[in-house]
């Protein structure tokens, strides 16, 4: 096992926190002070950090239904509540993963397992957070829409992978990437005031028979399922006309997509003709060679867009004598 890895299941730091201990030399194995990654840990061996043995805990998660007005730490120069307040002390060792605001409540897991935090917070795992939010003003389809494009806020470009309304000031927004205010700065730059934000879900877990403040320890298999959990792709599917989904649609229009579904027209040279421009026209000049023109304008008609009378030039007849330049009109008096 990765000695990261290692620090990580022992519950010393996140996988990312542990590279930092280790490079700056605060780990030790048997003897020896470790700076290199991808040093590989055995059993038998005795890991040190910053003086204290360190070993691997059993793997603990815990799923807790914070309430308004904790915040997510350890501990606060303000001496304002927070969320190892609600627990034992048997689970203070405990990191969070990702964080609530102190104004918002829901669903919040704790654990020592740092590939679970990995699995559950990285944007590219795929894993939902789905946000029951409440707002000031009525919503609208065009905001739902706006939601799920994205924008620039403070933190970087921020975007919903879903979104659908409940009733006109309730609506339900699903997250993968996990922004700092992320929801709130999004509406408050449509206009909009959230007076209550629930995360109801991650990933599989739902939030359900769970009281405000109260917490439960999950099972291994449950555990699992984060892990089996395969990566949320996003679905395509075709709205009712005149439903807005959120999507822009950049496809052509109805007659270009019937253009390019049938393809470029295919000449059928009839037999013994040649196919390609010196087949175009047959020798009477009335109509193309092999094929039926889906034009209703004949070859006569076109020349006359040009406001020249000529006739179409035949296959093997001589070409078209275009007319001279008119010089300057000249009156009776100068001839």
């Not at 449509?190 to 359900?208: D, M, Q």
């Not at 917490?215 to 298999?221: F, G, I, N, Q």
Request: aromatic share 6%; with cysteine; charged share 30%.
């Amino acid at each position: 096992m990765r000695l990261n890895r290692y620090l990580s299941q022992c519950g010393v730091a996140s996988r990312r926190g542990a590279e930092e201990i280790i490079l700056s030399g605060r780990v030790s194995i048997n003897g020896h002070i470790i700076t290199e990654l991808a040093t590989q840990v055995q059993p038998e061996d005795k890991v040190v950090v910053d003086g204290s043995p360190v070993r691997t805990e059993t793997p603990v998660v815990l799923v807790l239904n914070k309430p308004k007005g904790y915040i997510c730490s350890r501990g606060d120069k303000h001496e304002r509540m927070t969320i190892y307040d609600l627990l034992p002390l048997k689970y203070q060792n405990l990191h969070h993963v990702g964080r609530l605001d102190k104004d918002s409540e829901g669903l919040i897991l704790l654990t020592n397992r740092g590939e679970l935090s990995h699995r559950l917070i990285h944007p590219s795992q795929g894993a939902e957070k789905e946000y029951e939010v409440v707002v000031d003003q009525a919503l609208n389809p065009e905001v739902m829409a706006k939601l799920v494009k994205g924008m620039m806020t403070e933190e970087g470009f921020a975007r919903a992978e879903r979104t659908w309304m409940d009733t006109d000031y309730r609506a339900h927004i699903v997250l993968k990437m996990g922004l700092k205010r992320q929801i709130r700065m999004m509406l408050y730059q449509l206009g909009y005031e959230v007076t209550r934000l629930t995360r109801v879900r991650i990933g599989w877990l739902k939030l359900h028979g769970l009281a405000k403040g109260a917490y439960k320890e999950l099972t291994p298999t449950e555990v699992e399922r984060f892990f089996k959990e395969e990566p949320a792709k996003p679905r395509l599917e075709r709205k009712p006309a005149g439903e807005d989904d959120g999507i822009e649609d950049h496809r052509p229009p109805a007659r270009k997509r019937a253009a390019e579904s049938r393809g470029p027209r295919s000449f059928k040279p009839g037999a013994g003709k040649k196919s390609g421009p010196a087949a175009r026209f047959s020798e009477e000049g009335g109509k193309p060679s092999g094929f039926r023109p889906k034009s209703k304008f004949s070859p006569r008609s076109r020349s006359g867009e040009t406001g020249r009378d000529e006739k179409p030039r035949g296959r093997s007849g001589p070409p078209a004598r275009r007319p001279a330049p008119r010089g300057p009109r000249r009156g009776p008096s100068s001839r």
